[in-house]
Nanobody, 125 residues
Framework: QVQLVESGGGSVQAGGSLRLSCAAS?????????MGWFRQAPGKEREGVAS???????NYADSVKGRFTISQDNAKNTLYLQMNSLKPEDTDMYYCAAKYWPWGCDSVSWSPNYWGQGTQVTVSS
């Protein structure tokens, strides 16, 4: 059974930083995969934020390019999202997501098979 558990959310002021972590259990990091982060606020559509594949190739939403960095530690089965220069519009619930996929993540808009429970990020002005 695959479990994705996010942590690292919280409240920060605009301009601050947070690092989100996603610990995966039951999910093989040795298989070809696509993993990433999505975010969603109440009443809004879910938005892809960043994705990374087994080769380490990354994709970012235009709204976060240059500010967010996605990375993975295969030895720890953990996915990260470093968020710098946070803005109030980054306030959302952030979700870790994954799927086994041999062709990589070609964008941030992909369809995961597995989801975490989410971690809240709140940025105040």
């Amino acid at each position: 059974q695959v479990q994705l558990v996010e942590s690292g959310g919280g409240s920060v002021q605009a301009g601050g930083s947070l690092r989100l972590s996603c610990a995966a259990s039951g999910f093989s990091y040795t298989r070809n995969k696509c993993m990433g982060w999505f975010r969603q606020a109440p009443g809004k559509e879910r938005e892809g934020v960043a994705s990374i594949d087994s080769d380490g190739s990354t994709n970012y939403a235009d709204s976060v390019k240059g500010r967010f960095t996605i990375s993975q530690d295969n030895a720890k089965n953990t996915l990260y999202l470093q968020m710098n220069s946070l803005k109030p519009e980054d306030t959302d619930m952030y979700y870790c997501a994954a799927k086994y996929w041999p062709w990589g993540c070609d964008s941030v808009s992909w369809s995961p098979n597995y989801w975490g429970q989410g971690t809240q990020v709140t940025v105040s002005s």
